[in-house]
């Protein structure tokens, strides 16, 4: 495998991709054709891909307490081992894909993947995934933090209105991350330039 760069593909779970789902993010399945084409990318070059995932208890003991009204009024939402909280089956994981799962913002939070991204020697993160104002956001922070290159997938990301989505891109490419569409880490990936350690 391949050192260098990793694709972290971020809550693209059932309750949150599908529309009317309890925690349906717009957009949310329409990136999916493209967050898929990422992924066979990153797989045929053989590049590290990770997912991250949230999940929750459910009596809701876990839930962020910004959250805890809708998850109870919902009836639940992400519930650890239910249908709703899986990765949707065009994006689902394969044999050696680490998947991270969390009850937080970050996928970083409660999560080994630190020290994943540190074992495999990772320097440069591109993300993908929902919600892209608070999941995909709170990554890139922490990931910069931690001084690795990031980059955020603009149409393999998806928020609630586009105008939110379009200024949270904004702030990330002004404190440093790199804002690309898919088919421009496709091609740096088929050309090999993700793979240079």
Known sequence: MASGTALLVIDMQSDIVEPGGPAAVAGAA?????????????????LHVLHAQRA????????????QKAFFESGGFLVEGSA??????????????????????????????EATIAHRS???LVLAGA??????????????GLNLDVTVVRDGTASQRE???????????????????????????????????
């Not at 003991?61 to 959250?67: F, L, N, P, T």
């Not at 990765?87 to 009850?103: N, Y």
């Open 84 to 113: 709703g909280a899986a990765i949707v089956a065009e994006l689902r994981p394969v044999e050696k894909e680490s998947v991270f799962t969390r009850p937080l913002w970050s996928a970083f939070q409660m999560t080994g993947l």
């Open 56 to 67: 929750y208890q459910s009596d809701g003991s876990d839930v962020e307490k910004v959250r």
């Open 30 to 46: 329409g990136s999916i054709t493209r967050i898929a084409a990422l992924l066979e990318a990153f797989r045929r070059e053989r």
């Open 163 to 197: 105008d939110v989505h379009e200024a949270n891109l904004a702030d990330l490419a002004r404190v440093g991350v790199k804002v690309d569409t898919c088919l421009e880490v496709i091609r740096e990936a088929t050309a090999g330039l993700l793979a240079r350690p």
């Open 122 to 124: 990772i320097r440069r």
């Open 131 to 144: 919600d892209l104002p608070d999941a995909v956001r709170a990554t890139a922070y922490d990931a910069l």
